[in-house]
């Protein structure tokens, strides 16, 4: 286990570039330089002081070993494990093409559009990832080191009004609460990240058949439901993008689905899987068998529309792959934007509502505190 964490470590680099290594390798295919030769040249390149790059070795290292020991002689098999196991499935169409260089730049195409894809989701995670940290931090200093000071001498009538009130419960619950609170939010979040590719059956599929719009307004009472939606829409995104690479090299759709099903994680398979049983049934229904929860709203309606057009299906799923990118960007961004602002806003106004609350429980403590008030209280006491 440490020695595969080792090498994952060691091939991030490598992955973020892997596009331009598919373009070199499709340009090797066309000059007709053999694969040994390439790569041979390749890490020659990578350990040179003035070119070295020890990511791009690492990957390289792992490739030739492969074609050393002689295990396959399938292109997949030989560069496929220095590779992201997301490219696996597109690989798998190369060792069939007739024109390799056209399906490498094909390859490093849709790994751009998947880069600016995930690229989009970060950035827009980002700015609330590092604004809501900051704004409970600052909230539980204020309620640990501030308030308890206050909170001593100040007297009963401080707490009085609704907003002191609010703010000493929200300050004496973040005291008692909130480092377990915290524990068990990105506990949470891990166990739902994790589930995102496995968890399937009736109750994600119900879940996955709200409307984007409507989750985007049940965001503040049902957060999951968006995370939801642009899992699929990502993952549909990276679907048509194998499709295409692989239709384009001759395979049939079913022989795609069913190589990419074969790769894919769970949640993908577990969908694929009703996808291919309603073609094997209804062999002419493309749109009904993809109609079934794998693709949002948004993207069937290109899809049909397209199909209205164009009799021919695989050339209408060649051109999503190629197209369709930009459509899951907009959809994608649209509702991380969303996402963004209501996380961004939850942050605002936590700093908000304790800087003002703590600014009213000074004014009301300085009243109280005020010889008139000190008077007022003395001369209402009862004569004993």
């Known amino acids: 286990m440490l020695a595969g964490l080792v090498t994952w470590l060691k091939l991030q680099s490598f992955w973020r570039s892997r596009a331009e290594f598919y373009e070199e ?60 196991p997301a490219d696996s499935m597109m690989l798998a169409a190369v060792d069939d093409a007739k024109d390799k260089p056209a399906l490498l730049r ?17 950035q827009k995670s980002v700015p609330p990832m590092l604004l809501l940290p900051g704004a409970f931090g600052f909230a539980y200093i204020m309620a640990t080191q501030s308030l308890p000071v206050i909170v001593k001498i100040a007297p009963a009538a401080v707490w009085e009004t ?20 915290l524990v068990c939010v990105v506990a949470i979040a891990m166990a739902f990240s994790r589930a995102l590719p496995r968890w399937i059956g009736r109750w994600r599929s119900r879940l996955e058949s709200v409307s984007p719009g409507t989750a985007l307004l049940l965001f503040p009472v049902c957060p999951f439901l968006v995370p939801l939606s642009i899992f699929r ?12 690479v692989m239709l384009r090299s001759g395979r049939t759709l079913t022989d795609a689905l069913t190589t990419i099903r074969r790769n894919a994680q769970p949640w993908m398979r577990w ?27 948004v993207l069937l309606s290109r899809l049909s529309s397209q199909m209205r057009t164009n ?5 209408v799923l060649v051109r999503l792959g190629l197209e369709g990118s930009v459509e899951v960007r907009k ?12 996380l961004l806003s939850v942050g605002g106004a936590v700093i908000v509502f304790m800087m003002v609350g703590q600014l009213n429980i000074s004014q009301s403590l300085t009243e109280e505190l005020s010889p008139a008030k000190q008077m007022q209280r003395i001369q209402q006491r009862p004569s004993s």
């Open 311 to 315: 009799p021919n299906f695989d050339a």
């Open 106 to 122: 094909s390859i490093a195409q849709a790994v751009r559009e998947q880069k600016l894809l995930r690229s989009l989701v970060l």
């Open 162 to 181: 609704g907003l002191n009130g609010y703010v000493r419960a929200f300050a004496t619950f973040l005291s008692d609460h909130g480092f377990t609170t």
């Open 25 to 84: 390798l499709a340009a090797a295919y066309a000059a007709n330089e053999a694969l040994r030769d390439f790569l041979n040249e390749e890490l020659r390149i990578s350990m040179t002081p003035a070119t070295a790059n020890g990511s791009r070795a690492a990957a390289l290292r792992i490739m030739r070993s492969r074609l050393a020991g002689g295990e396959s002689v399938r292109l997949s098999t030989i560069i496929g494990p220095a590779l992201p």
């Open 331 to 342: 959809v994608v961004e649209r509702q991380m934007s969303v996402i963004n602002a209501v």
């Open 233 to 244: 829409d990502v993952q549909v995104g990276l679907l048509f993008s194998a499709l295409a």
């Open 271 to 297: 969908h694929l899987r009703k996808v291919l049983q309603h073609l094997e049934t209804n062999p002419t229904e493309y749109r009904q068998a993809f109609s079934r929860g794998l693709m949002s709203p």
